[in-house]
């Protein structure tokens, strides 16, 4: 990978051309009428169909727009620059010493409201895709807690497998 900036432009780029626009009231709306149904299992469904999203955005950024890199604090700034650019979070923050990924504003929340249960599982597929492909490494990443239980942001620790 060139420098990080190098590739800013062109990550600010793919995001432009990639992605889709959806209404965010849509988006609260679905993902608050799916989730009723998690019990069944449908937010495996959801959360797998992230993973396959973040393992494509990742592909992009390689094939189109020549981003690559194999080390994780660069992957993790990407995923930052993704993430706030998709208005679906407020703000992305990580810890690489803990391994860690903060997610403030979360859509996912606003829909849901409060649950005993963390409800961003669906962001975790995608992270770990993300990664996965842009690394070319294995990961496991699960929220381990969540603003719909009353945390102050949700948390979500990433597994080098």
Known sequence: MGSLKDNIRALA?????????IH???LIDGYKDVHKFSRFGIDKIISK?????GKKGAKTLRERYGVYTDRLD???ELLTIIAE???LI?????????MELYVEGSILVEAVGS????????MAGFFKGFLEDLLDKKFEVEEVACSAQGHE?????????
């Open 74 to 76: 660069e992957a993790l």
């Open 115 to 122: 649950s005993d249960k963390p409800v961003c599982k669906p």
């Open 85 to 87: 650019s998709s208005r």
């Open 49 to 53: 169909a992230a993973e396959y999203g």
């Open 24 to 26: 965010r009231d849509a």
């Open 90 to 98: 407020d703000l992305f923050e990580y810890d690489l010493e803990s």
């Open 153 to 161: 942001r949700c948390v979500f620790k990433v597994k080098n497998l």
């Open 13 to 21: 780029e793919a995001i432009e051309r990639e992605s889709v626009l």
